[in-house]
């Protein structure tokens, strides 16, 4: 068996087998790779259902080949794939389901590194509050969507259930893992743009200013309080 059949065959599964016993090599490849994003995305294989799921990610693990040996890094553009595959369009919030279980896994796989303590902040200067930009934690991140896709999530782990939910309503949510346990909660639209306006490196003043600026009601007290107790900052500059 010359090196680049061999190669080509294990590449792209709709080459010739230059042996038989490759088909067994290729199944098992296969099986690994869909076992890979059904441990990685079970919310949204109960979704669509076993066969369903199966049949999206063998199309994708045969299109996406792993670009490195530690597979919990394989399946990060499964949610881009959802997107545009057709069949999944009769589910309108499952890519984003499926995008919300990538920003769980990261949380859950991300570098354990200590998180801002509640009252680290005590000794900045009233003056210099403004200019405080924050270095979020590896495992903190912020999403919004067009449907009610942390509900969602949490009817499939011990929420309300989904005949609840109102899926077309659209939610934001912060995602991450201050201690031991990934926490995922969905919070408010205010909440939302001030939280993602310092992720983004903003400063703490400009992201006030652009949360007033959508919702003039904003607690300034309330989300620092909040940004605090949910440990979601690793660090600061001013």
Not at 36 to 43: E, G, N, S
Not at 134 to 141: I, K, T
Not at 144 to 155: P, R, T
């Amino acid at each position: 068996m010359q090196e680049v059949e061999f190669h080509r065959a294990v590449a792209d599964w709709s080459a010739h087998l230059p042996h038989p016993r490759m088909r067994i090599y290729r199944n098992n490849v296969s099986a690994a790779l869909v076992n890979a994003l059904k441990v990685r995305f079970p919310v949204t294989e109960q979704l669509v259902g076993r066969e369903f799921f199966f049949a999206m990610a063998r199309e994708y693990a045969s299109a996406n080949k792993p670009k490195s040996a530690v597979l919990i890094e394989y399946g990060a553009g499964f949610p881009d794939f959802i997107r545009a595959f057709a069949p999944a369009a009769a589910v309108p919030y499952l890519a984003d389901v499926a995008a919300l279980e990538n920003l769980w896994w990261r949380a859950y796989h991300a570098e354990d590194v200590p998180c801002l303590a509640a009252d680290a902040l005590s000794s900045v200067a009233p003056e210099q509050w403004g200019s405080l930009r924050f270095v979020f934690h590896p495992s903190a991140a912020v999403m919004q969507s067009a449907h009610a896709v942390g509900s969602i999530w949490l009817a499939h782990h011990g929420g309300p259930p989904m005949n609840a939910i109102r899926t077309g309503l659209p939610e934001f949510i912060v995602v991450a893992r201050p201690r031991d346990e990934v926490i995922l909660r969905v919070i408010s639209p205010a909440s939302f743009v001030f939280l993602d306006a310092l992720a983004r490196g903003n400063s703490l003043a400009d992201a006030i200013e652009l949360a007033q600026l959508h919702y003039p009601d904003f607690d300034i007290g309330t989300q620092i309080t909040g940004l605090l107790s949910l440990h979601l900052l690793q660090g600061y500059t001013s």
